[in-house]
């Protein structure tokens, strides 16, 4: 575990190395929860199967006990230091794929040009907040200019994302809360996908 010094307190990164590592997937957890979850703890299986390094981000709020998040603004901003951090330390030189589950999704998509981000993994991407279809956060999706896959319950409250160029939704079982072994088969098989992201040379 890393602690990490960012503009709005400090970070931890739980990094997770894999021998002769092909790339790196970093990983924020949801507004209200941490790091525990089973969706996350899916993609990172997925993640190491395919040789990538994984780092499990907690944002400062939650490090320092809230729960509550912080404004949008913050999480970008601690967000982008950390993988600034994580570039200069324990995954250097490595192509970076970034995403999270819910707000952790959202972040990694509005920050995903200025991290670097080779890819986004989406799960349980919030599209609107439940029976509020008019406040579409869809936006933020649609200005990732890298690959993405969305995973997304089936009946989730939050809305469906549609497919666009460049975007893979792949539709599982369950509402806002995902089952960590339908998400850890739906990332192998988008990361084992020619294209999906460039790998090192």
């Known amino acids: 575990m890393l602690e990490l010094d960012t503009p709005h307190g400090q970070a931890r ?3 997770s190395r894999v021998e002769s590592p092909v ?3 970093v990983l924020g957890h949801g507004s209200g929860g941490g790091i525990g979850s089973a969706d996350l703890a899916g993609a990172a299986r997925a993640a190491s199967a395919a040789e990538l390094s994984v ?7 939650r490090v320092g006990g809230r729960r509550a998040p912080a ?3 913050q999480l970008d901003t601690a967000w982008t230091s950390v993988i600034s951090q994580l570039r200069a330390g324990p995954l250097e030189g490595l192509p970076i794929l970034t995403g999270g589950r819910s707000a952790g999704a959202r972040v990694a998509c509005r920050t995903a040009a200025e991290t670097g981000s080779v890819a ?15 406040k579409s956060r869809l936006a933020e999706l649609d200005g990732v200019t890298v690959p ?3 995973v997304q319950g089936e009946n989730d409250p939050f809305g469906m994302p549609p497919d666009s160029p460049g975007r893979t939704v792949t539709r599982i079982a369950g509402t806002h809360s995902l089952g960590g072994a339908a998400v850890e088969a739906a990332v192998s098989a988008w990361l084992a996908t020619a294209g999906a992201w460039p790998r090192s040379p």
């Open 55 to 61: 780092a499990l981000v907690e944002q400062p709020y």
């Open 13 to 15: 990164a739980h990094v």
């Open 148 to 150: 993405v896959l969305v």
């Open 71 to 73: 404004p949008a603004g």
């Open 23 to 25: 790339g790196a997937l």
């Open 120 to 134: 986004v993994i989406c799960l349980a991407f919030p599209v609107h907040p439940p029976g509020r279809p008019e």
